[in-house]
């Protein structure tokens, strides 16, 4: 189950550098000009969860695998990207294809590495952005709503929604506000998504702050965080220098340089799950001696189709899942002490699976 992840902001923000941190390579030309990354990067990394090596211990799995997560580090925007301006077009295509949108935001002084508007200021940054992905959707609706226009008289009830969705978009972008804060019925979701607008997708703000700050912030950061609260976004600090400085190092050096600086894990850590989070994404487990593995699902995903993960087959002939919670497995020291415990639990097909669940499923071939 792939969930893709953009990387946005303005040039010379830091993009490319955390994106260079995350895969732990330097596929992503970090240069002092706008535009260096020419073409989308992408890149997969693995979720941090400290359960999965866990459950590994108990059960003597051989392999471990965690669940995945997509990055795409896209070129810089720049005022008048819903024009084409700049890599406009390019910029906005890219972005459509994501799931969210991790914002990078510049919340750090450095003479050495020019601004594209010459100033320090994030929240006017998030703001041009935010602009931009407005003006392209709005641009975006009107055409589309042109279009409906002789479908309309059919009487089509699919057409009928994707109207009436598209005006409430539109009503919203019209008071400056983005397509997200729209409150949409749980029936509208699957066809407001299939809307692909820039401005519905979620956000989650990255402050790029010197070295210095990159444990507690700083009044920049706290610019941004105070924003993001009245939007009901998430923040995450991070130093991208630092990053990609620990991103190079192995794992007991990289453990030695964050307890020097202060921190208690990398800030990669928590951005791929915050990014997690955002996304609306939980983890289930899979666990015998051949190897303990992670799997990604939406929250709210019933137990055939979590098989489904697995594989197709899977969720077609599914019969039942046998599952136990991670805590109990944990305190149980594997399947046998929690069966002995009463932990252990047949569910059916209307079970909806929850976060850390160790599943086995059984089904018809």
Same mark, same amino acid.
């Given at each position: 189950?792939?969930?893709?992840?953009?990387?946005?902001?303005?040039?010379?923000?830091?993009?490319?550098?955390?994106?260079?941190?995350?895969?732990?390579?330097?596929?992503?030309? @970090?240069?002092?000009?706008?535009?260096?990354?020419?073409?989308?990067?992408?890149?997969?990394?693995?979720?941090?969860?400290?359960?999965?090596?866990?459950?590994?211990? =108990?059960?003597?799995?051989?392999?471990?695998?965690?669940?995945?997560?997509?990055?795409?580090?896209?070129?810089?925007?720049?005022?008048?990207?819903?024009?084409?301006?700049?890599?406009g077009n390019q910029f906005l295509a890219n972005i459509r294809e994501c799931d969210?949108?991790?914002?990078?935001?510049?919340?750090?002084?450095?003479?050495?590495?020019?601004?594209?508007?010459?100033?320090?200021?994030?929240?006017?940054?998030?703001?041009? =952005?935010?602009?931009?992905?407005?003006?392209?959707?709005?641009?975006?609706?009107?055409?589309?709503?042109?279009?409906?226009?002789?479908?309309?008289?059919?009487?089509?009830?699919?057409?009928?929604?994707q109207d009436r969705l598209l005006r409430a978009a539109l009503a919203a972008l019209?008071?400056?506000?983005?397509?997200?804060?729209?409150?949409?019925?749980?029936?509208?979701?699957?066809?407001?998504?299939?809307?692909?607008?820039?401005?519905?997708?979620?956000?989650?703000?990255?402050?790029?702050?010197?070295?210095?700050?990159?444990?507690s912030g700083n009044s920049q950061s706290a610019r941004v965080a105070e924003m993001?609260?009245?939007?009901?976004?998430?923040?995450?600090?991070?130093?991208?220098?630092?990053?990609?400085?620990?991103?190079?190092?192995?794992?007991?050096?990289?453990?030695?340089?964050?307890?020097?600086?202060?921190?208690?894990?990398?800030?990669?850590?928590?951005?791929?799950?915050?990014?997690?989070?955002?996304?609306?994404?939980?983890?289930?487990?899979?666990?015998?001696?051949?190897?303990?593995?992670?799997?990604?699902?939406?929250?709210?995903?019933?137990?055939?189709?979590?098989?489904?993960?697995?594989?197709?087959?899977?969720?077609?002939?599914?019969?039942?899942?046998?599952?136990?919670?991670? @805590?109990?497995? =944990?305190?149980?020291?594997?399947?046998?002490?929690?069966?002995?415990?009463?932990?252990?639990?047949?569910?059916?097909?209307?079970?909806?699976?929850?976060?850390?669940?160790?599943?086995?499923?059984?089904?018809?071939?």
């Amino acid at each position: 189950m792939g969930f893709k992840m953009g990387i946005v902001g303005l040039p010379n923000v830091g993009k490319s550098t955390l994106f260079n941190a995350l895969t732990r390579t330097a596929a992503a030309q @970090a240069a002092n000009f706008p535009f260096c990354t020419i073409e989308p990067n992408v890149g997969e990394v693995a979720v941090p969860d400290p359960r999965l090596e866990k459950l590994a211990a =108990i059960a003597g799995s051989k392999q471990i695998i965690p669940t995945r997560m997509t990055f795409v580090d896209i070129a810089g925007l720049v005022r008048g990207a819903s024009k084409g301006e700049g890599l406009g077009n390019q910029f906005l295509a890219n972005i459509r294809e994501c799931d969210a949108i991790a914002h990078v935001l510049r919340c750090f002084e450095d003479g050495d590495i020019t601004h594209v508007e010459g100033r320090i200021d994030p929240v006017a940054d998030a703001e041009t =952005i935010e602009t931009e992905l407005m003006l392209a959707d709005m641009e975006s609706i009107e055409r589309r709503l042109t279009a409906l226009g002789k479908k309309l008289r059919a009487g089509d009830q699919e057409t009928l929604d994707q109207d009436r969705l598209l005006r409430a978009a539109l009503a919203a972008l019209n008071e400056g506000k983005p397509a997200r804060t729209q409150a949409i019925a749980e029936d509208d979701r699957k066809q407001w998504r299939m809307l692909q607008l820039l401005t519905a997708k979620a956000v989650l703000y990255v402050c790029n702050v010197e070295e210095a700050c990159a444990a507690s912030g700083n009044s920049q950061s706290a610019r941004v965080a105070e924003m993001a609260a009245g939007q009901g976004a998430a923040t995450v600090v991070i130093s991208a220098k630092i990053e990609e400085e620990i991103s190079q190092l192995a794992d007991d050096e990289a453990a030695m340089f964050l307890e020097e600086m202060g921190l208690a894990e990398a800030g990669l850590d928590r951005l791929i799950r915050a990014g997690h989070e955002l996304l609306g994404l939980q983890t289930y487990f899979t666990v015998g001696p051949k190897e303990a593995r992670a799997w990604t699902i939406s929250k709210g995903t019933l137990a055939p189709q979590a098989a489904g993960v697995i594989h197709g087959d899977f969720e077609k002939g599914f019969i039942r899942a046998e599952t136990v919670a991670y @805590a109990d497995y =944990i305190a149980g020291k594997g399947e046998t002490g929690a069966k002995e415990a009463g932990k252990f639990r047949v569910e059916g097909k209307t079970y909806e699976v929850k976060d850390g669940d160790v599943l086995h499923f059984l089904f018809n071939a």
